[in-house]
C-alpha cells in the first residue's frame, strides 16, 4: 500500500524570486481551525491568516492541503526542486495566489511563513532495488535536514512558530497481534530505520519551534494513493484480498489527514508524535469486502503472495504483513473524524469517481 509523497526532482530553470512576504506573529493568537468540528477565533479573518510554507506540495495529501489552506484565506509558498511539476500542478491562471520556490528560495519563503509543513519523500510502492532504498531514505532525510536547518538560522523575529512533519505508521513494524499507539517502540526492519532516521531529523529543530510528527498510515482517496491500484482490479472483476487478507490495514481518508495537519498547525495542544491514522483500523479482507461491495464487484479471489513479490519485491511486506495503529493522541486531543469507518470513506470516495 502506498503513503503517498512527492517524488522529488530538479527543474532546468529557476522561478522568479517570490515577493517579500508579510511577516506575522501568530504564535500569541488563539485559533481553532476551520477545518474540523467546531471552529471559533477571536479575531478578524486577516488577523488569523497565516503564512504556511510545503514541501511535498505536488503530492496526493499535499495538493488537497494546499487546497485547503488556500480555502481557509491562508497564504501558501510550495517549496519545490521541480518547478516544472510545480507549475503544472498549481497552474497561475488558477493559482495566481501560490508562490512557487526552488531551493534557493526556500530560504526566503521560510522567513516570511508562520508555519511549515513537510510532506515531500520518494514514494514507497515499488520494488525494492539497493539504489532505490537509499533514495526513499535520502529522499526524506535530505529535504527534513534542509527544513530544520533553514529553520533553525532564521532570526527568531520571523521564524516559523510550527513545523508538522510527516513520517509513516512503519516506524512501528508489522504484526497481525500486536497494537501499536504514539507510545509503542519502534520496528526493527528497514521501513522503522527509514522513519527512525525521518524523525530524528525533524527534531534537531530549535526547541522554540513547535514540532508535530504525524505518522501516515494508508491514505484513501480519489486521486491516488492505495485505492487509485485497488479499483481496477475489481472493476475488472479480479478484485481480492492481497496475500492472506488477515494482516491489518491501518488507513485514513485524505481529508481527515488534511484536518488533522490543518489542526496542528493551528493548535498548540498538538505537539510531538500524533498517528495519523483512522480510530478503526480493519483486516485487509474486511477492506476488499467493503470496497467490493461499494463498487458492486467480487471481492473473493486474493492475489497470491507471489504475484505481489514479483511486482514490489522487498517492498511486499508492506501490504502483505500490515499493522494496527490506533490514533490515541488525536483521541485525546478531540480531534473530530469525518470518516472514522472505512465503508463510509470508501463510498465517499466513489461517489466522487
Not at 73 to 87: D, F, G, M, N, Q
Not at 218 to 223: E, F, I, R, S, T
Request: aromatic fraction near 8%; charged fraction near 20%.
Amino acid at each position: 500500500m502506498e503513503l503517498c509523497r512527492a517524488t522529488l526532482s530538479r527543474a532546468p530553470f529557476l522561478p522568479a524570486a517570490p515577493p517579500s512576504l508579510p511577516v506575522r506573529d501568530f504564535r500569541k493568537r488563539r485559533v481553532v481551525c476551520l477545518s474540523s468540528g467546531k471552529s471559533e477565533s477571536t479575531e478578524s479573518p486577516k488577523d488569523t491568516q497565516m503564512v504556511v510554507s510545503v514541501t511535498g506540495a505536488t503530492g496526493f495529501i499535499g495538493r488537497r492541503l494546499v487546497q485547503k489552506l488556500l480555502a481557509d484565506k491562508h497564504k501558501v509558498r510550495v517549496l519545490t526542486r521541480s518547478i516544472t511539476k510545480a507549475r503544472f500542478v498549481f497552474p497561475v491562471e488558477n493559482f495566481p495566489e501560490i508562490i512557487i520556490a526552488e531551493e534557493e528560495e526556500w530560504k526566503k519563503c521560510i522567513e516570511g511563513s508562520n508555519a511549515v509543513v513537510n510532506l515531500a519523500g520518494m514514494p514507497i510502492s515499488t520494488r525494492w532495488s539497493p539504489e532505490i532504498k537509499k533514495e526513499i531514505m535520502q529522499s526524506r532525510i535530505n529535504v527534513t535536514s534542509k527544513v530544520v536547518d533553514l529553520i533553525n538560522h532564521t532570526n527568531a523575529e520571523v521564524r516559523p512558530s510550527v513545523l508538522v512533519s510527516a513520517t509513516a505508521i512503519g516506524y512501528y513494524g508489522t504484526s497481525e497481534t500486536q497494537v501499536f499507539d504514539e507510545t509503542s517502540p519502534s520496528g526493527n526492519d528497514y521501513l522503522s530505520e527509514v522513519c527512525r532516521e525521518w524523525e530524528t531529523k525533524a527534531h534537531n529543530v530549535d526547541n522554540g519551534v513547535r514540532l508535530v510528527l504525524i505518522r501516515i498510515g494508508v491514505v484513501l482517496g480519489k486521486d491516488g494513493g492505495a485505492l487509485a491500484k485497488m479499483i481496477p482490479l475489481f472493476m475488472m472483476f479480479a478484485g481480492g484480498p492481497l496475500g492472506t487478507g488477515n494482516q491489518w490495514f491501518s488507513w485514513i481518508h485524505l481529508d481527515d489527514l488534511v484536518n488533522l495537519i490543518c489542526q496542528s498547525l493551528t493548535n498548540p495542544s498538538y505537539k510531538g508524535v500524533i498517528n495519523g491514522t483512522a480510530p478503526n483500523p480493519v483486516r485487509l479482507s474486511e477492506m476488499c469486502d467493503q470496497l467490493g461491495q461499494v463498487i458492486g464487484r467480487p471481492s473473493w479471489l486474493p492475489v497470491p503472495d507471489f504475484a505481489i513479490k514479483a511486482v514490489l519485491g522487498e517492498g511486499a511486506s508492506i501490504v502483505l504483513e500490515g499493522q494496527r495503529v490506533l490514533p490515541a493522541k488525536a483521541k485525546e486531543l478531540g480531534f473530530s473524524y469525518k470518516y472514522p469507518y472505512v465503508k463510509d470513506a470508501l463510498k465517499a470516495i466513489v461517489r466522487e469517481l
